[in-house]
């Protein structure tokens, strides 16, 4: 691999090689004792950011919401819901945060909005035929009486993806009913999100994470979809795109974000939530003129296999590399099933959504030990990367949280076969002692927290050699003193069993065989896991060593 260039020379920029700390709001820190977490408690907390080591936070929505969706349905993208806080405390914490040299990167979800929002309800209003309707997706239905949906579309969390309303139309919605789709062939669309843009860069937020930002252009003809039609895109360039998602117009919209951003100080950047495949139209999103990062989530899904993992990788790296961007990696978020927990199924288990009571059950240790593996793996790659909160304490998943608790849409639409992401969800441990684990000043927790979360409490692993926060601070700390981010990186071992390579002048070894192996000469920096006494490599380790 060659460093990433364009051009007119290398990229370089804070977030070309930044490591990055995904907030969910409502279940990392209390202030108030209500069970959710709020901004005032993410203030309180941001010295453990500074700790960690990492360089910015993003944090999911906290704007006004009924919350069908945990804020995801934005009722108001200019305000902050009372249930986290006030504008005031969005400002406190923007600026405490750039106090302890840590940027802000915030959620906007311009694929639809709250059906509560002032837009959707004067649609409601107005009728069919009228500007306000405009603003959205309606369309008549199909049959005599129009009362067939207008195409076959299904929901991402299951069931139809449209509405019909009292006199007649149906109203589009990828996700919720909650959730109605924007129109974004309407100019009045594009001057309004350009106006939120231009309200929260003058709060000197650094950046905005894009939600389904390969969704907000739909097919013109909203042609039917026989496939299977799930929220990732396209796994192979030769099959047709779904009308749905990834259309080529988003990128004119995400030109236009970009000149405004470009006239900001500071460098301000947009991230892409794109769930698309290949790697190379993943790669269009982060083009010189469009965003800047892209989540990577062929990578995230990727086996624990090497010659998966080599495959991924190597993909991944020539499409970035081909339009002058950094690779974006990840391996958890608020959506996913937690990698501590993932990578405890058997190899080549499909990705599920939610494990639950009567589910087959990861294996917790085997799931810790690949999960800090694949951390050091991820952190020694080229690029930036992302980091969901609690995973710097070796969370998994709640995989037994009663189905009465559950709250994501996914779990009521899909007539509950599928569990939804509330297990990746549940307010983190703080102190092992404490009410709520520390996560507020009572016991309630929006989500109730298992017995096991002690075990994994900041106070019980800050400053225990070999605990899993250590693990990820020392790693931090070795990943920016050796410029691993910068690269280049360079292959040495790529057979079934190891994958190697130099970087940064480190030699980096994964172990995926069955196997001790014999770790690379010269002076170990880091270990996911102790070394045999003889010093080989165990299975499902990764080393770090300086040469």
């Not at 009362?147 to 993806?161: C, L, R, T, Y």
């Not at 991924?312 to 499409?319: F, H, P, Q």
Request: proline share 8%.
């Amino acid at each position: 691999m060659t460093q990433q260039e364009t051009a007119g020379g290398p990229v370089t920029g804070w977030w070309t090689e930044a490591v990055i700390y995904q907030i969910y709001p409502r279940s990392f820190a209390d202030s108030d004792g209500d069970g959710i977490g709020d901004l005032p408690g993410i203030t309180a907390r941001l010295d453990h950011l500074a700790e960690l080591g990492v360089d910015a936070v993003w944090l999911s929505p906290f704007y006004p919401s009924p919350q069908a969706d945990a804020g995801y349905d934005v009722a108001d993208y200019r305000d902050v819901d009372p249930l986290f806080g006030t504008l005031t405390d969005a400002d406190k914490m923007i600026a405490e945060a750039k106090a302890r040299g840590l940027r802000v990167i915030v959620d906007l979800v311009p694929n639809h909005t709250s059906s509560a929002h002032r837009w959707f309800q004067a649609a409601l209003a107005a009728g069919p035929g009228s500007p306000e309707r405009q603003r959205y997706v309606f369309r008549d239905g199909q049959g005599a009486d129009g009362a067939e949906p207008p195409n076959d579309w299904q929901s991402v969390f299951g069931g139809p993806a449209w509405t019909r309303v009292p006199d007649g139309q149906w109203y589009l919605h990828l996700f919720d009913t909650g959730q109605p789709d924007l129109n974004w062939d309407s100019p009045e669309v594009r001057t309004e999100f350009l106006d939120v843009l231009r309200f929260w860069l003058d709060r000197g937020v650094d950046g905005f994470r894009v939600d389904v930002a390969h969704g907000l252009i739909k097919q013109a003809d909203l042609a039917n979809w026989q496939e299977p039609q799930e929220i990732l895109s396209g796994k192979e360039a030769d099959k047709p795109r779904p009308p749905m998602w990834d259309q080529d117009g988003v990128h004119d919209i995400y030109r236009d974000w970009r000149r405004l951003l470009d006239s900001y100080d500071g460098e301000r950047i947009l991230v892409a939530e794109a769930w698309v495949e290949p790697a190379e139209r993943l790669a269009r999103y982060v083009r010189p003129d469009e965003m800047h990062q892209a989540f990577n989530f062929e990578y995230l899904l990727a086996a624990w296999t090497a010659p998966a993992q080599y495959a991924v990788i190597t993909r991944s790296l020539e499409a970035t590399d081909s339009v002058g961007a950094p690779t974006t990696w990840v391996l958890s978020n608020h959506d996913v099933v937690r990698h501590a927990s993932r990578l405890g199924l058997p190899v080549g288990t499909p990705r599920p959504n939610g494990i639950g009571i009567g589910d087959p059950q990861p294996d917790a240790a085997l799931g810790l030990r690949r999960a800090r593996a694949a951390t050091l793996l991820m952190l020694a790659l080229p690029g930036s990367a992302y980091l969901y909160q609690g995973e710097e304490l070796g969370l998994p998943e709640h995989t037994t949280l009663p189905d009465e608790a559950r709250q994501d849409p996914t779990w009521k639409r899909s007539g509950h076969t599928e569990r939804g992401r509330d297990g990746c969800r549940v307010p983190i441990p703080w102190e092992a002692d404490a009410p709520s684990y520390g996560f507020g000043p009572t016991d309630a927790s929006w989500l109730p927290q298992p017995p096991s979360w002690a075990e994994y409490a900041l106070d019980r692993q800050r400053g225990v050699p070999g605990s899993t926060y250590e693990l990820y601070r020392t790693a931090l700390r070795l990943r920016r003193e050796h410029g691993l981010a910068r690269g280049p990186l360079e292959w040495l071992s790529t057979g079934d069993e190891v994958l190697a390579f130099h970087n940064g002048g480190l030699t980096v070894l994964t172990n995926f065989g069955t196997a001790a192996v014999p770790a690379p000469a010269g002076e170990v920096l880091g270990s996911s896991a102790p070394l045999d006494d003889d010093g080989r490599v165990p299975t499902d380790v990764t080393v770090w060593v300086r040469a």
